[in-house]
């Protein structure tokens, strides 16, 4: 018996001339199935059958400065900040880059990532992969690609990187259309280190808004982007004194080929070409006058002076509003714009309502350089905080006389909840308890008796109501946004037990009940009453007594109003609406009212008008 091939068994016997051919995708069951058809006497050799092929050691290219193209399924050792060409395109993928290291350095031993074109679709857009693109960064074993790379000629399932038991960094070509290069010859340089010389052979990662100086000429790189934006990625340009230079210079101490400048999809690749007088990198054409780029702790902004900030960080403006750059709607409208100027006047990009007062008319300009966001405080009143991603927070100051204003949304019985929450010390634990958010800009609320709900930045400026319309979110603090949407979520899918009833609430826009939200957000009851009742007097003397800031107090009015919608002649007060109570005097027998519309409004009537106007009061105790 010989094998021939992988599937196939010859079996010769002494007696026959030709020899009788079985086919079968196992050698094992081949041999037992057909060995009770097989008499006579017969030959039989065993070529290699039992030897199981050793595992081939990866290859180690941690130590070499050239380009290696990669074998499909072959392991190869690399470093942390490894560089790969994909496609046939010129992209480049760094592993060392900004967006990429942390998943490395998070990869646990035996966990991998999969590395390719984006699943459904393909897009047109051109840079290296974001971080937050890998939302499913810790689950590195599910089936397709976790990191979509922006290239058609990159393949859905293209590279992979793996952390082996040994903790060695390993790459694999996944059987890719176009292939994979190693490319160790590629180096991103530190441009804030000041000036150094390009070492021929080397391509350096720039970016547009470099000097270079070739021979003693600078070049500046920005004013060669018009010339890069009618290239593919991959395509180059020479510059040098020679008939074939794409850049022509007449000195004659450039050379002839003296610089190679590829397009690249994180700015340029530049390599000297063994060029006489070399080429140096001089360093950058800054739009900034300070750098708060690597700021740990919360550091206020100097008026009037343009400052780099952390692409990842906070604003609070005028100790007032915050913007979280983590959000991708803010950055859509810079990338659209350029540049935005933030204040109260009509004339400014992004007009910030009268609410937040405390926001300069002209406060702030944020301006797009590359990859830098450059952030300039115009001498506001009130200033601008930068807030790094270790500081933030879901709420700012001690939360004991919240500050928010209901948007378009119909949630007046949850805002109201979530102020009178605020004027009770213990329920104000509640509420900063509730929030937590972590360093991708996701917030995680807790309510009671419910799974943590997460919420996104992209999720926290509005959502849809049941009939598909965009109601537009709470004015406040990043936290209020969060509760607001987690509720809203919470009540699209949940079913829950209210009293002995299981009832199914509709989406937050369709109105509620004061003792319900309260109660679902922290598990404490409410006892209701009527403002007309003959002891009422008596309760509110009680509650005063006992001190406010022990009571969770909300109210409504009714259904229809006297008054047109309003319950009031003044229209202070609409109709089927909610408020929170602020205070309560019995001496002179007025009472706070707190609408959600604008909660640094207090509306003071007589214990009698509140009796008139009103017609459910909710009292609980935290």
């Not at 971080?131 to 499913?136: F, T």
Request: net charge positive.
């Amino acid at each position: 018996m010989r094998i021939n091939g992988i599937n196939t068994i010859n079996i010769y016997s002494t007696d026959l001339n030709k020899p009788k051919t079985v086919q079968n995708k196992s050698i094992d069951n081949t041999i037992q199935q057909s060995s009770n058809n097989i008499t006579g006497n017969y030959n039989v050799a065993f070529c290699g059958l039992f030897n199981r092929k050793k595992e081939e050691p990866p290859i180690d290219v941690r130590n070499l400065w050239a380009t290696v193209p990669m074998k499909p399924q072959k392991s190869y050792l690399i470093n942390p900040n490894s560089k790969f060409e994909m496609g046939n395109c010129g992209y480049i993928l760094d592993l060392g880059s900004r967006e990429l290291f942390p998943l490395i350095s998070r990869l646990k031993n035996g966990q991998e990532i999969i590395i390719g074109r984006e699943q459904f679709g393909i897009t047109t857009k051109e840079k290296t992969i974001p971080i937050e693109e890998a939302k499913q960064m810790l689950d590195f074993q599910k089936a397709g690609s976790n990191l979509p790379v922006m290239d058609t000629t990159i393949s859905r399932k293209h590279l992979k990187i793996l952390k082996d038991k040994k903790g060695q960094l390993l790459a694999q070509d996944l059987n890719s259309m176009n292939g994979t290069k190693i490319c160790q010859n590629i180096c991103r340089p530190d441009i804030h280190k000041g000036r150094f010389k390009l070492q021929p052979g080397i391509r350096y990662i720039l970016p547009y808004k470099s000097i270079l100086s070739i021979a003693d000429e600078p070049v500046i790189l920005g004013e060669l982007k018009n010339k890069f934006n009618k290239l593919n990625i991959g395509d180059s340009l020479i510059v040098g004194t020679g008939s074939k230079s794409d850049i022509k210079y007449t000195k004659n101490t450039i050379s002839n080929s003296h610089l190679k400048l590829t397009k690249h999809n994180d700015g340029l690749l530049v390599e000297d070409l063994h060029s006489t007088n070399g080429t140096n990198f001089l360093g950058v054409i800054k739009k900034y006058q300070a750098d708060y780029s690597n700021i740990i702790e919360e550091t206020p902004l100097l008026g009037n002076i343009a400052t780099k900030v952390p692409n990842d960080c906070q604003l609070y403006i005028g100790g007032d509003l915050t913007i979280d750059f983590r959000n991708p709607n803010i950055l859509k409208e810079l990338d659209k714009k350029g540049k935005i100027t933030i204040g109260r006047y009509a004339g400014n990009d992004i007009v910030v309502p009268e609410f937040y007062n405390k926001v300069s008319r002209n406060h702030l300009i944020i301006e797009k350089d590359d990859n830098d966001i450059i952030v300039t405080d115009l001498s506001s009143t009130n200033g601008t905080n930068i807030v790094p991603k270790n500081k933030i927070r879901p709420f700012y100051g001690d939360l004991s006389d919240l500050e928010l204003k209901q948007g378009n949304i119909g949630d007046c019985y949850l805002l109201s909840t979530i102020y009178a929450m605020s004027r009770n010390s213990n329920a104000r634990e509640y509420l900063k308890e509730m929030v937590r958010v972590d360093s991708d800009g996701k917030y995680f609320v807790k309510f009671y008796n419910v799974p943590e709900i997460t919420v996104l930045p992209d999720e926290m400026d509005w959502q849809e109501n049941s009939k598909g319309e965009r109601k537009y979110s709470v004015l406040g603090d990043l936290g209020i946004k969060a509760i607001e949407r987690a509720y809203g979520k919470m009540l699209k899918s949940d079913l829950w037990l209210a009293g002995s009833c299981l009832t199914l609430h509709g989406p937050l826009d369709d109105g509620g009940a004061v003792d319900t939200a309260l109660y679902k957000l922290t598990g404490i009851k409410s006892k209701r009453y009527n403002p007309k009742h003959k002891y009422m007097d008596k309760i509110l003397t009680q509650i005063a007594n006992t001190g406010i800031s022990n009571h969770i107090i909300t109210c409504t009015t009714p259904n229809k109003g006297k008054f047109g919608k309003y319950m009031d002649p003044y229209h202070i007060f609409p109709n089927n609406h909610a408020y929170s109570v602020k205070y309560i005097d019995p001496y002179s027998k007025f009472i706070g009212i707190i609408n959600p519309h604008n909660t640094r409004i207090v509306h003071n009537i007589s214990w009698d008008d509140f009796k008139e106007y009103f017609d459910n009061f909710y009292d609980a105790m935290a």
